[in-house]
């Protein structure tokens, strides 16, 4: 008897059919003697008829029965009809998982707990020696309820069809379904097949091992590992295919889920999960992980994150915190930690629809990862220095750096433009506005370009050998410029008779014979003058880069870590693109290998900029604004080109010739004392009320943090000091005032994680002091540059954070918990310059700690210049310093800084690290406390 509507069997009436297929039908009815509904499953007829099978059914429907696990469908008995057995079982009320996946991949922390259930089901079965063999989403159901169940244990197991693989034979395998995937139906499905299945062979418990893994797979990315147009292609391709990542169809997905998924649908059984159990227990390893001992792991990497995340931590914590964002996006320490290696950006493309990757610049041969499809906005970007990369069907390859930090904006747009509409060597930068990033320059106004094409690389000497062949150094239209030699002006194309090589010939200094060394080509050519690049370039219908055109793409405020890729240290030239130097928009070795002329003339006669440096100068000359005669061709000076695609109209400013400050510290006098104590006289002020008032007392993870307001020494202002308090302990607490970098001139609201270098003085037990300095935060106004300037406007600003320390001090000086004689100075890169001056002012101070100091070559007004203070700062003073750091260099700023200082020999210390304007976390922690611990006394238990 077949069932039907209203058909009563015992005390069951069958209502609808809720799903049917190759294995039977499933009928939804009520159990009238529970008063419940229920679902009941009858066999098709040609099992139903074979005794077997009919056994079989009956043993596994009683093992079943016995399992009693929430998560998989509950048998409440085996019945008998006149046409045989069917199963009265659970109604669940819901969806299959099916029906969830429609939309596409699911949120890999869904993901994880679906597959955690799903397999603490099939242990369950498989510890009782039951395996299911057709796991698959539609046997699988999310119920309204909230949990899941796992349908059709056990049932899929017969039925003997010749395998489309097994070459004619009649080998065991699953009944084939008409279609991929039949909703409802209690078929095998292909799609879901493990190999062995496939082909024939028995099924264990690491099938099912293997048909999870499929359906891991199609929740995590969203597609399907094997894919074809009929069942042949499907199951050969299951026999056949290694899936690509699901974590590069998906960057959602975390890596380690992804290997997790893989290693199920390894071909050999051997090579997986051994059981649901197994494969259940790496699961909840990988959930907890994330809960727990990464989240750990990422609050260490946290603590050693350098200044401006220069080093690699940042981008260890992101990768870190990448990860347990998939699996635990709520957890509290990551979105507390996040915001020390993480800032969000927006990533734009034109055309949209480019697929952007990261990649931390230190590591250029390390994979890439995928950060999404334009535009992205406010995606979550790793701090410190990356490479990003565009890729569209139809476009080229676009490359950049992007130093992500504070003060650096959040929006980057980038063109993308089709094969051939620019030359192949050469990289499209687009038009904006900026400044130089060069010591002893980088006081002047930034300026505007329109966007302009640069060289990939330097011209090689292939390249230039084509400009003699075409007579390059015969043609008097290209050699425009007047030359002075010796005396005597000469134009250009006389001067270009005397650019010969070593034998006589026209062309560079080191070339003989007319032409270069056998295998040279791809080197760039040397010993050309500025002259020789300047006709090449007009040969060639380009110009020499500016210099502003050269530094926007230098990006040689990101020194440290370019030299660290770029060819340096006396080994010799090296071929183009050899390097894994690259500068912005995909320009490469702009750093080392050899100087490039600049088309800028200095204020002496005869110079033109020659930049970047070459293979046998030292590192640091990446940042100079250094300049030669445009008649010198030693053997390192090479150079590039720009074409101007878009009309410039501030060509006059670009070409202008450019003045190059320089201070010998060492060589200048400072005022006498008696002058001196003129100038002192400007800081002083009268004593005053200092009408403090607490403003707020929050708890932070260091101690405590109070906001106090009191009155400033001036204008009739009021001054803001931020204090951080240790843990409850032994008062009063040493102190330590702080002077800040310039990022507090360009942000008009504190953050905690601005004291971030100085948190471990808390957590040692010391208070930290950060005055909001007239100019930063919410006070700030017309104050635009931490720049010194020979102008009123910088003198009183100077007089002001004078006054301001003075009064911090005269509050703390106020407070019972504070111990004001045991006061320390600590100035942070800005706040480090200011260090030669503001301890010569506020004699109170004990010791200093100047983090990433030195002098600025641009000058002040006297009663405020440096030079003048730095011998009368005599405290201890502690020195740290990045070796090539782009604001301070370290020959001719910080060396003449620590020289000067007034301190005695053995009470000063430098000390140099490698990198850029930051040194270690871990040597910033060990040297200051050190040092503190000697001038103040240890911090008492």
């Given at each position: ?611 970047g440096g070459g293979w046998n100068d030292p590192e640091y000359s990446f940042n100079d604004a250094w300049a030669q005669a445009a008649l010198d061709r030693s053997p390192t000076n090479g150079f590039r080109c720009i074409r101007h695609v878009e009309p410039e109209t501030n060509m006059s400013k670009l070409t202008r010739a450019i003045d190059l400050p320089f201070r010998d510290f060492l060589a200048e006098t400072p005022v006498p004392d008696s002058v001196f104590e003129f100038f002192l006289r400007q800081f002083r002020y009268d004593p005053s009320p200092l009408a403090s008032k607490l403003e707020s007392d929050e708890p932070t993870i260091l101690g405590r943090m109070q906001t106090v307001s009191l009155a400033a020494a001036y204008g009739g202002e009021r001054l803001t000091l931020y204090v951080f308090l240790p843990e409850p302990g032994h008062a009063p607490h040493q102190a330590v005032v702080m002077f800040p970098g310039s990022n507090a001139i360009h942000t008009r609201v504190f953050n905690p994680q601005d004291i971030r270098r100085a948190d471990f003085l808390v957590r040692g037990g010391r208070a930290v002091i950060l005055p909001v300095y007239k100019g930063t935060y ?164």
């Amino acid at each position: 008897m077949r069932f039907e509507p209203g058909l009563m069997l015992e005390r069951y009436r069958v209502i609808d059919k809720l799903g049917a297929g190759g294995m039977g039908e499933v009928w939804r009815a009520e159990d009238t003697r529970l008063g419940r509904s229920v679902a009941l499953k009858q066999l098709p007829v040609a099992l139903a008829s074979d005794p077997l099978w009919l056994e079989r059914f009956r043993r596994e429907a009683r093992t079943l029965a016995s399992l009693n696990h929430p998560n998989i469908v509950t048998i409440h008995a085996v019945e008998e009809s006149g046409d045989g057995p069917f199963l009265a079982m659970e109604l669940v009320q819901g969806r299959t998982l099916s029906h969830e996946m429609s939309a596409g991949a699911l949120a890999p922390a869904r993901a994880l707990e679906l597959a955690i259930t799903i397999a603490h089901a099939l242990a369950a079965a498989h510890g009782r020696g039951i395996v299911h063999r057709d796991v698959k989403p539609d046997n699988i159901m999310l119920g309204d309820d909230g949990r899941l169940r796992v349908l059709d244990f056990g049932l899929a197991t017969s039925g003997v069809v010749p395998s489309p693989l097994a070459k004619g034979s009649l080998a065991p395998t699953l009944a084939l379904a008409d279609d991929l995937t039949q909703p409802g139906s209690i078929v095998g499905t292909v799609v879901y097949m493990s190999p062995e299945q496939a082909q024939g062979r028995p099924a264990d418990a690491r099938s099912d091992v293997f048909s999870l893994g499929i359906v891991m797979y199609e929740l995590a990315s969203g597609h399907r590992p094997f894919a074809g147009s009929d069942q042949v292609s499907i199951l050969a391709s299951i026999l056949r295919d290694t899936p690509p990542a699901c974590d590069r169809l998906n960057p959602v997905v975390p890596a380690r889920l992804s290997a997790i998924i893989h290693r199920c649908l390894e071909k050999d059984p051997e090579h997986r999960y051994d059981t649901a159990a197994e494969l259940h227990l790496e699961l909840v390893r990988l959930r907890d992980w994330a809960r727990g001992e990464a989240s750990a792991e990422l609050a260490r990497i946290v603590d050693r994150i350098q200044g401006l995340e220069e080093g690699p931590e940042a981008w260890q914590a992101f990768q870190l915190g990448r990860e347990i964002a998939k699996l635990a996006p709520d957890d509290p320490q990551l979105e507390r930690l996040q915001t020390y290696f993480a800032r969000a950006i927006g990533v734009a493309s034109e055309p949209p629809g480019a697929r952007v990757s990261v990649q931390y610049y230190g590591a250029p041969e390390s994979e890439w990862t995928a950060m999404g499809v334009t535009p992205l906005d406010r995606v979550p970007w790793p701090k410190g220095f990356t490479r990003i990369r565009l890729e569209r069907e139809g476009h080229r390859v676009v490359q950049d750096l992007i130093w992500n930090m504070e003060f650096i904006g959040t929006d980057f747009l980038y063109p993308m433009s089709p094969p051939g509409q620019w030359p192949d060597d050469m990289e499209w930068v687009p038009a904006g506005r900026f400044e130089l990033f060069m010591p002893g320059l980088d006081h002047l106004e930034a300026e505007p370009m329109a966007g302009f094409l640069m060289d990939r690389d330097p011209v090689t000497n292939r390249d230039y050998k084509r400009f003699i062949e075409a007579g390059g150094y015969r043609n008097s239209e290209l050699w425009r410029e007047t030359v002075t030699v010796e005396g005597r002006a000469l134009t250009g194309l006389e001067a270009s008779a005397r650019f010969v090589d070593a034998t006589g010939q026209p062309g560079p200094a080191g070339w003989e014979g007319g032409t270069f060394a056998h295998g040279d080509e791809d080197l760039p050519v040397t010993g050309v003058s500025w002259y020789e690049a300047a006709a090449y370039a007009a040969w060639a219908n380009k110009t020499l880069p500016t210099i502003f055109h050269w530094n926007r793409v230098a990006f040689t405020c990101a020194s440290a870590q370019i030299i660290a890729q770029a060819n340096f240290g006396g080994r010799g030239l090296v071929r183009v693109g050899t390097t894994h130097s690259m500068n912005r928009f995909g320009v490469r070795d702009l750093a080392g290998n050899v100087r490039e002329w600049a088309s800028n003339a200095t204020e002496r006669e005869g110079n033109r900029f020659l930049l970047g440096g070459g293979w046998n100068d030292p590192e640091y000359s990446f940042n100079d604004a250094w300049a030669q005669a445009a008649l010198d061709r030693s053997p390192t000076n090479g150079f590039r080109c720009i074409r101007h695609v878009e009309p410039e109209t501030n060509m006059s400013k670009l070409t202008r010739a450019i003045d190059l400050p320089f201070r010998d510290f060492l060589a200048e006098t400072p005022v006498p004392d008696s002058v001196f104590e003129f100038f002192l006289r400007q800081f002083r002020y009268d004593p005053s009320p200092l009408a403090s008032k607490l403003e707020s007392d929050e708890p932070t993870i260091l101690g405590r943090m109070q906001t106090v307001s009191l009155a400033a020494a001036y204008g009739g202002e009021r001054l803001t000091l931020y204090v951080f308090l240790p843990e409850p302990g032994h008062a009063p607490h040493q102190a330590v005032v702080m002077f800040p970098g310039s990022n507090a001139i360009h942000t008009r609201v504190f953050n905690p994680q601005d004291i971030r270098r100085a948190d471990f003085l808390v957590r040692g037990g010391r208070a930290v002091i950060l005055p909001v300095y007239k100019g930063t935060y919410h006070r700030g106004g017309d104050l635009h540059s931490d720049y010194p300037s020979e102008s009123t406007q910088y003198r009183d600003y100077m007089i002001m954070w004078a006054r301001d320390l003075g009064r911090a001090i005269d509050y703390l000086e106020t407070r019972d918990d504070i111990d004001a004689s045991r006061l320390a100075y600590y100035g942070l890169s800005w706040g480090g310059y200011m260090g030669a001056t503001m301890p010569a002012i506020e004699r109170r101070i004990r010791a200093n700690v100047l983090y990433v100091a030195g002098l600025t070559f641009q000058r002040a007004l006297p009663e405020v210049d440096p030079i003048n203070f730095i011998t009368r700062v005599t405290q201890p003073t502690l020195m740290l310093n990045g070796e090539l750091d782009f604001f301070f260099p370290a020959e001719t700023s910080q060396k003449p800084m620590f020289e000067l200082l007034g301190t005695p020999p053995g009470h000063k210390r430098r000390i140099s690290y490698p990198g850029g304007h930051s040194v270690p976390r871990v040597e910033m922690i060990k040297q200051t406390l050190a040092w503190l611990d000697r001038y103040l006394g240890p911090v008492a238990p």
